[in-house]
């Protein structure tokens, strides 16, 4: 879809491709887990009793780390949020070096909705790769 909008070129295909085949040495293989699946901080809310929700999910099994990394994209969580997930289910060493690779399906997403800034930054995720 990107690329019959134009809003990605045959480069980025390519550029894709290289990180497929890098993609085994990249992340550890852990069995999948049931996600949120768009969990941002608009998606987190708080009642007037203080009990938090988690809203608008879009649930699916995957790797726990596509979670959390979306967090990040937008705005992210308190460093609280962080620090107690790492201590009740902790994560693979060097996951902050892959949130940039988890990002990269939302932000596929994005530039297929909104075109525009999230095509540059689409790359820049990319790259960071590559």
Not at 80 to 104: D, V
Request: with cysteine.
């Amino acid at each position: 879809m990107a690329v019959d909008s134009r809003e990605l070129g045959k480069s980025d295909i390519q550029q894709f491709d290289k990180l497929y085949a890098k993609l085994p040495e990249l992340f550890d293989l852990e069995p999948p887990a049931l996600i949120h699946g768009d969990l941002w901080s608009g998606n987190f809310l708080i009642d007037i009793k203080g009990i938090p929700f988690l809203i608008d999910p879009a649930v699916y099994l995957g790797h726990r780390e596509m979670d959390l990394a979306l967090t990040t994209l937008f705005g992210g969580f308190g460093a609280t949020f962080y620090e107690a997930y790492q201590q009740h289910y902790p994560l693979s060493p060097g996951f902050q070096q892959r949130i940039k690779l988890w990002c990269l399906y939302p932000l596929l997403v994005h530039v297929n909705l909104f075109g525009g800034g999230y095509s540059n930054q689409l790359r820049s995720h990319l790259n960071a790769y590559l």
